[in-house]
């Protein structure tokens, strides 16, 4: 059967052990997020793990990853508020999805993570930099202000008074001082070959170990101390008495499973 409805502005190539390479497909407006491109991330993120994904990469198309909102497009628009406000809560829906959906998504970044681009990156579980990657907030000196959860993910990784200082002087962060500040996990030459390597590592996991680890720490950083450490024991209940880890569990009891040792 043929998929009803084909994408337009992302590229998807599912590969055979279940790692799919979701590329933004719009390079001539440095793959900035148009109001149908937040439309696909939702249908994408709510259907991939049933549908069978194991780990996505997010990459860029063109030598940008994104480069945030579709200005072009709003200041053509003319929104209302209403208007806005609904556009906003769809970005939160397609980020949410991504954080909260179970299936481990890395961003392969490269030149542009700006604005909502930055949103869409934080969203992700694992962020891959190359040395042409660099992240902004220019919100400020575009009289904007931010609408897809940089408050919530950008504020989580780097601080709130660093964001604010991203957001009032237009500050950009790039190389280990990025990484080193949390932006990004990895810094390598070749962002779109190491997210590669890590989704498939990441694809042998069981998908129900990666689920929880891809959606219960989520939850459970809105939890109290105590109703988190409830909620990790249900989760660890579940996850770590499955059928499936029989076998990987025998393993290392036998010393015939892979040992772990530093590689880096």
């Known amino acids: 059967m043929q998929p009803q409805n084909i994408p337009e502005n992302l590229a998807i190539d599912r590969q ?19 109001a149908a491109t937040v439309e696909e991330l939702v249908a994408l993120f709510s259907t991939a793990a049933t ?27 003319d929104r209302s508020p209403a208007e ?20 481990p998504v890395i961003a392969a970044l490269k030149g542009a993570v700006v ?19 660099y992240f902004a907030l220019p919100e400020g000196q575009r009289g904007l202000f931010t609408g897809g959860g940089a408050t919530i993910r950008v504020a989580d990784l ?19 001082t990025a990484v080193d500040l949390g932006l990004a996990q990895y810094l390598v030459e070749d962002s779109l070959a190491h997210a590669l390597a890590l989704a498939r590592r990441c694809a042998e996991n069981l998908p129900l170990t990666n689920f929880a ?4 720490i989520s ?14 024991a249900c989760v660890a209940g579940v996850v770590n008495t499955q059928p499936e880890a029989r ?18």
Request: charged content about 20%; proline content about 3%.
């Open 16 to 34: 055979p052990d279940g790692v799919w390479v979701v590329t933004l497909n719009r390079p001539d407006k440095r793959n900035a997020l148009n």
């Open 84 to 103: 806005f406000w609904q556009l906003c809560l769809r970005w939160h829906e397609a980020f949410t999805k991504m954080e909260y959906g179970g299936v």
């Open 158 to 176: 780097i601080g709130k008074a660093r964001m604010i200082d991203m957001m009032l002087t237009g500050r950009v962060y790039q190389g280990q």
């Open 247 to 264: 076998a990987r569990l025998a393993a290392f009891a036998d010393k015939s499973g892979p040992r772990i040792r530093p590689t880096e």
């Open 51 to 77: 549908a069978g994904a194991r780990a996505i990469v997010l990459a860029g198309a063109g030598d940008h990853f994104c480069a945030g909102l579709d200005l072009v497009e709003h200041h053509r628009a």
């Open 219 to 232: 939850h459970m950083q809105n939890m109290s101390a105590l109703d988190a450490a409830y909620a990790e």
């Open 115 to 133: 604005g909502g681009g930055l949103e869409l990156a934080s969203a992700a579980h694992i962020r891959v930099a190359d040395a042409s990657t």
């Open 213 to 216: 680890i891809c959606s219960a």
